[in-house]
């Protein structure tokens, strides 16, 4: 029986603890006209369920918490409750879109049936369609779930056929079963973990050298404990979210990451850093230089593990340098603290943390989970997400996509998220905020697009 791992029961726990938090993250594909008919993009979505295996389990929690859901068949999968159409409001234009997009993600999911929506968006401006893709968090992270474009989505005009259905829903087993199975597992917890360490030990240098990078990574988490300073920017949230976005050339990115030896990550962290630092200013609040520390996901995925359906992700935790008025400054700011925070392994040992956390006893690690999302976090400002996607064009049944807007959820005292998505030649920022305190999310979302404007122009007229 597959069960969640605790970095995936986390999200399910925050929802429990939040009566406000939806844990879902999306993306927002637009197509070309003209608009299949709704049953030609069922049969579609259909023929590609076979490659997605997860898309008709659900959960099946254990009777008092005493091990992590499992994964079981739905024997009651019905497509129809998973792929539903919408009718944009007229005009079809981009308020159209924020606010349908918003108010669709901030609707939690029924836990009762396979955690993931399609919406089948039509009456978009100039005759385009979309299709919106919402996945709780508990099933994907950012890496995989952009995989599944590339199951659902054709490489060219030209349609692939259908995957051969032979799939029959396994019965679940009984309260009784499931509950001994769990007492088991609960059981056997002191023994694997005894198995993992004398692993370990047969091979000492490098358990040494793990270990001396874990507990360094860790020295450097443990600095993240020091609250930030108070801003309009963190604080409690209400049930509604803002969403919008802003693109930018990923040619400009390229160009800055070749000028200052950074990464692309870093470049867009820069943009990201000087659209807060024009938020800020416009609030008329001071840019303090502990005033933006930033959750920053990271992949700990190797290559060839893309559509595992899964979180394997770790994080970073920088401040972002909104006290810094220079461009070019603040992003030789981003790149050091960035290559510090991976020189001291935080990375490592946050992975570290969530692998500790699966040989544990799983009521130990939930209850803990529930203790932590009770306690009002006031370590982090904003999340910011950057997950590289097709550089080449994706089509669905002949139409080719012309755009992807990503979201990325918000919770507990964050009010604004902000997800990276690249495609084709265009990196897109969607940010997400609590609707009752970010009433000015476009003053964001222009600053990340002239933040950016302003390092490209320096950097050609500096040559």
Do not use: C
């Not at 509604?240 to 950074?262: E, F, I, N």
Request: hydrophobic share 40%; proline share 8%; charged share 20%.
């Amino acid at each position: 029986m597959e069960r969640l791992t605790p970095l995936a029961d986390a999200f399910l726990e925050a929802e429990d603890v939040d009566p406000y938090a939806s844990l879902a993250i999306g993306s927002l594909a637009v197509f070309a006209g003209p608009a299949p008919a709704y049953e030609e993009l069922v049969e579609t979505i259909v023929g590609r369920l076979p490659l997605i295996p997860r898309y008709r389990q659900k959960l099946r929690p254990v009777p008092l918490g005493l091990a992590a859901p499992a994964w079981v068949d739905d024997e009651h999968f019905d497509i129809h409750h998973h792929l539903r159409p919408i009718t944009v409001p007229a005009p079809g234009g981009r308020r159209q879109v924020e606010e349908l997009l918003s108010r669709l993600m901030t609707t939690r999911m029924d836990r009762a049936r396979p955690l993931w929506e399609y919406w089948f968006w039509t009456g978009l401006a100039d005759g385009r369609w979309a299709l919106l893709s919402k996945v709780h968090h508990s099933v994907v992270d950012g890496v995989s779930g952009t995989d599944l474009y590339r199951l659902l989505l054709d490489p060219s005009p030209e349609r692939r056929p259908g995957v051969p259905d032979t799939w029959l829903p396994e019965s679940s087993a009984s309260t009784a079963e499931v509950t001994v199975g769990a007492l088991r597992e609960l059981l056997a917890s002191p023994v694997h973990l005894a198995g993992t360490l004398a692993h370990a030990a047969r091979t000492p240098r490098r358990l040494v050298r793990t270990t001396a990078r874990t507990t360094s990574g860790l020295l450097t988490l443990g600095g993240a404990v020091r609250p930030v300073h108070r801003s309009s920017l963190s604080g409690p949230l209400g049930g509604d979210r803002r969403y919008t976005w802003t693109t930018v050339p990923m040619d400009d990115l390229l160009t800055v990451r070749s000028a200052y030896d950074a990464t692309v990550n870093d470049v867009a962290l820069a943009a990201v850093t000087g659209g807060f630092r024009r938020l800020l200013l416009a609030r008329g609040e001071p840019t303090d230089a502990h005033t933006l520390r930033s959750l920053v996901p990271v992949s700990t995925r190797h290559p060839g593990e893309e559509s595992v359906l899964e979180n394997r992700v770790s994080l970073m935790l920088p401040f972002l340098p909104v006290d810094v008025a220079d461009p070019v400054a603040r992003l030789a700011t981003i790149r050091r603290r960035i290559r510090g925070l991976r020189g001291h392994h935080e990375p490592e040992a946050g992975e570290s943390i969530t692998e500790a956390a699966e040989l544990s006893p799983f009521p130990s690690v939930s209850w803990g989970l529930r203790l932590g999302w009770r306690l009002p976090q006031h370590q982090i400002t904003t999340v910011t997400t950057n997950v590289p996607g097709p550089r080449t064009p994706l089509y669905a049944l002949g139409r080719e996509a012309l755009e992807m807007l990503p979201y990325v959820p918000i919770a507990d005292r964050v009010r604004i998220g902000v997800a990276m998505f690249s495609y084709r030649d265009t990196l897109t920022f969607g940010i997400t905020g609590d609707r009752d305190s970010t009433a000015d999310l476009d003053v964001l979302a222009v600053g990340i697009a002239g933040s950016l404007a302003e390092l490209v122009a320096t950097t050609r007229r500096t040559g």
